[in-house]
């Protein structure tokens, strides 16, 4: 992504932190408003430089559309691989076959391929191991039988992503490029 | 507003439940991975529980609406920085050598840290040869 202004980005920048301290003090006092104010002008024009590439691109309304749709979509995924997980500790058998498989991503950012990460290990059963380049390397606590079976290293990551990143990346590509 | 109160109180059982769960995974998994896989997890359902069932209650409770503002933006700092403890956490382990446990099926980091490895071995043999002929 190229490189915005410095006034695009000390206005993204400061209405981060604005929304920031609003949320931080659950107020609306004047008061705690223009102090917020005062202090999210003074932080943006300090940090705005090391903040922010992109500006105020950022909150373009299909992205900021597509990360609140983002919210309760991987809530939702969330909670399916907890109540997973929870089956796989409480089963007396204890029903795992873990293993490091590798996927491939097709985000560009690094704001993008962090949040892909976080969003991996953030979701029980799987957990970003490394990422080097476009590759992610991720703990699984059950190898499904088609991964296992791959006949060669790019059927096993076909496969792999479709099950693990595929379905972030879909909202991750929009919100972040 | 006592609905509230309860919704609370059932949140915030279900991430005592949660937190249990994991407490349980650290014991019953058999390696380092999988118990990150059980504990780092209570990061989630548990404590978002527990955090958000926290300002449900205190508003059922009749406390200021800022109540559930704070925990949910509490939540969603321990949201965006667990996981990277988790994978600090993971990615020492693994390069500490600690062994995944027996009944693993497949490594595809250990495979791609050998091929890298090699490839600079390769590099290194081939510059030395050069050094080797410019003596």
């Known amino acids: 992504m190229e490189e915005a202004s410095r006034a695009s980005k000390f206005v993204y920048t400061f209405i981060v932190l604005f929304i920031l301290w609003l949320v931080v003090t659950a107020s609306l006092d004047s008061q705690e408003l223009i102090t917020g104010a005062v202090i999210a002008l003074i932080v943006a024009a300090l940090t705005h430089d090391v903040f922010t590439r992109a500006g105020l691109a950022n909150l373009h309304p299909k992205r900021v559309a597509y990360a609140i749709a983002y919210i309760p979509y991987f809530l939702w995924a969330m909670i399916m691989a907890n109540l997973d997980v929870a089956y796989r500790v409480l089963h007396p058998a204890r029903p795992i076959r873990p293993g490091i498989v590798k996927c491939r991503t097709v985000l560009n950012s690094d704001t993008g391929k962090l949040s892909l990460a976080n969003s991996i290990t953030l979701t029980p059963g799987t957990i970003t191991l490394d990422v080097d380049g476009d590759n992610y390397f991720i703990h699984w606590i059950w190898v499904p039988d088609e991964v296992l079976n791959a006949k060669d290293d790019s059927e096993h990551v076909e496969k792999a992503s479709e099950a693990i990143t595929r379905p972030f990346e879909k909202y991750l590509r929009v919100i972040f490029g | 507003m006592n ?109 791609h840290l050998a091929s890298k490895a090699q490839a600079e071995e390769a590099e290194g043999e081939t510059s030395e040869t050069s050094e080797g002929v410019s003596e």
């Open chain 2, 3 to 111: 609905a509230l109160a309860i919704i609370g109180e059932v949140l915030v059982f279900i991430g005592t439940f949660f937190y249990f769960l994991s407490a349980l995974g650290l014991i019953r998994m058999p390696d380092v991975y999988n118990r990150m896989q059980t504990s780092t997890k209570s990061a989630t359902l548990g404590s978002l529980g527990v955090i958000v069932g926290v300002g449900i209650w205190a508003i059922g409770k009749g406390y200021s609406p800022a109540w559930i503002v704070q925990t949910v933006a509490v939540a969603g700092f321990l949201l965006l920085t667990n996981p990277i403890s988790a994978h600090a956490l993971i990615r020492a382990a693994y390069k500490r050598g600690i062994p995944l446990w027996h009944g693993s099926v497949v490594d595809k980091y250990g495979e």
